[in-house]
């Protein structure tokens, strides 16, 4: 398969780290996946370093959609993946759906928009594949037919276990203490990620587990107001902000517990990293999380967006190691089962092989009937 990947995504975040995975996938199961990305990005210089051959473009969608229509024009592709929005407005300007199948990549929770040029883009595509049930609810409510959608879940790269050496030696790294608890939220600095009531149920906790703290992995236009309401909670220095982290499998050996009370979530890559990493998690149940998270058997489900649940939540898998254990292992086992970025790859080349033999097909019967 010569699939190509095109994601204009100015920053790395959980869609671009999908489509590495993706294509690093399919280059390791001998295919010859091509990306079209924006100059100078993480996904553009981690996708060219795994061997990926990058189209780097410089003037956004319409440089994007002229590169695209050299490459279908030129057959030297099967299909056309677009990952994000911008990256598909650019695939139909293109009219690549007009040479090769083109699959639309659908990961956020809002339905589509109304407009007819907007929703033209989607139809023009052979298939919608959307990153949980819960997004793809959002597209059918948009009008589109049902087997124009499908669900391919997100997936992530199962680490080996960690010593318990190594979780000391990632610990020491952040300058956390060994006698700390150590909670770990990893999210985008936004209103919607809920960060505002984890500070709430963290400073209640802070009153039953003094030694307890705080990291937040991630960026974004909420920081300085959430670190001024840290200080407000009077839980300052017990909350680490610790900015964009790339290599985030340096953070999760350094933690106890994952806690995610994102509002309406389409899935959540931050959620499935920490379960892979075998960390208890707490979330809340909104959005495609309870797709992921089943309330007592691999995590605990908070059901509103409340300071005091998430705060009980959180208190009861401290106080009751064995029961976080478990859960953890339980949470690992349901990534390697469901959602590791081998179940990802393989449903997408799936998919990919059979839109390009229905276009084989009915290219040879045109040609037959011609």
């Given at each position: 398969?010569?699939?190509l990947v095109v994601d204009l995504g100015r920053e790395y975040r959980g869609g671009q780290h999908q489509a590495l995975l993706l294509l690093k996938g399919l280059l390791s199961r001998g295919h010859a996946p091509e990306l079209i990305a924006i100059c100078d990005t993480q996904l553009a210089q981690r996708a060219r370093e795994a061997g990926v051959s990058v189209h780097a473009v410089e003037g956004g969608r319409f440089a994007a959609a002229w590169r695209i229509r050299q490459l279908v024009r030129g057959r030297r592709v099967d299909v056309v993946h677009a990952n994000e929005p911008h990256a598909l407005t650019s695939a139909w300007a293109a009219g690549a759906h007009h040479f090769v199948p083109m699959v639309a990549a659908r990961r956020i929770a809002l339905p589509l928009a109304s407009n007819p040029l907007a929703l033209a883009r989607y139809r023009a595509a052979a298939r919608i594949v959307a990153v949980s049930d819960f997004v793809r609810?959002?597209?059918?409510s948009s009008g589109l037919a049902s087997p124009h959608v499908q669900v391919i879940y997100d997936g992530v790269e199962v680490p080996r276990s960690r010593t318990e050496a190594e979780c000391r030696t990632a610990r020491e790294q952040l300058a956390v203490l060994p006698e700390a608890i150590c909670l770990l939220n990893l999210a985008a600095l936004v209103p919607e990620k809920g960060h505002q009531l984890l500070l709430q149920a963290f400073a209640q906790i802070r009153e039953q587990f003094p030694t307890c703290l705080l990291l937040l992995a991630g960026e974004g236009p909420e920081r300085a107001r959430l670190q001024e309401l840290a200080r407000a909670q009077g839980i300052g220095d017990?909350?680490?902000?610790?900015?964009?982290?790339?290599e985030t499998e340096r953070v999760f050996p350094a933690a106890d517990l994952f806690v995610f009370p994102s509002h309406e979530e389409p899935l959540g890559s931050a959620l499935l990293l920490a379960m892979a990493h075998g960390l208890p998690v707490?979330?809340?149940?909104?959005?495609?999380i309870p797709e992921v998270v089943e309330d007592g058997k691999n995590g605990l489900l908070v059901k509103d967006l409340d300071a005091g649940g998430l705060t009980a939540a959180i208190a009861r898998l401290l106080s009751n190691p064995d029961e976080a254990g478990r859960l953890a292992q339980a949470a690992r086992e349901t990534i390697v089962g469901k959602f590791s970025a081998d179940h990802m790859v393989n449903a997408t080349l799936q998919l990919y092989e059979q839109l390009a033999g229905q276009q084989r097909r009915s290219t040879a019967e045109n040609r037959a009937g011609g």
């Amino acid at each position: 398969m010569r699939p190509l990947v095109v994601d204009l995504g100015r920053e790395y975040r959980g869609g671009q780290h999908q489509a590495l995975l993706l294509l690093k996938g399919l280059l390791s199961r001998g295919h010859a996946p091509e990306l079209i990305a924006i100059c100078d990005t993480q996904l553009a210089q981690r996708a060219r370093e795994a061997g990926v051959s990058v189209h780097a473009v410089e003037g956004g969608r319409f440089a994007a959609a002229w590169r695209i229509r050299q490459l279908v024009r030129g057959r030297r592709v099967d299909v056309v993946h677009a990952n994000e929005p911008h990256a598909l407005t650019s695939a139909w300007a293109a009219g690549a759906h007009h040479f090769v199948p083109m699959v639309a990549a659908r990961r956020i929770a809002l339905p589509l928009a109304s407009n007819p040029l907007a929703l033209a883009r989607y139809r023009a595509a052979a298939r919608i594949v959307a990153v949980s049930d819960f997004v793809r609810q959002s597209v059918l409510s948009s009008g589109l037919a049902s087997p124009h959608v499908q669900v391919i879940y997100d997936g992530v790269e199962v680490p080996r276990s960690r010593t318990e050496a190594e979780c000391r030696t990632a610990r020491e790294q952040l300058a956390v203490l060994p006698e700390a608890i150590c909670l770990l939220n990893l999210a985008a600095l936004v209103p919607e990620k809920g960060h505002q009531l984890l500070l709430q149920a963290f400073a209640q906790i802070r009153e039953q587990f003094p030694t307890c703290l705080l990291l937040l992995a991630g960026e974004g236009p909420e920081r300085a107001r959430l670190q001024e309401l840290a200080r407000a909670q009077g839980i300052g220095d017990s909350v680490r902000f610790l900015g964009f982290v790339l290599e985030t499998e340096r953070v999760f050996p350094a933690a106890d517990l994952f806690v995610f009370p994102s509002h309406e979530e389409p899935l959540g890559s931050a959620l499935l990293l920490a379960m892979a990493h075998g960390l208890p998690v707490v979330a809340v149940a909104r959005g495609g999380i309870p797709e992921v998270v089943e309330d007592g058997k691999n995590g605990l489900l908070v059901k509103d967006l409340d300071a005091g649940g998430l705060t009980a939540a959180i208190a009861r898998l401290l106080s009751n190691p064995d029961e976080a254990g478990r859960l953890a292992q339980a949470a690992r086992e349901t990534i390697v089962g469901k959602f590791s970025a081998d179940h990802m790859v393989n449903a997408t080349l799936q998919l990919y092989e059979q839109l390009a033999g229905q276009q084989r097909r009915s290219t040879a019967e045109n040609r037959a009937g011609g």
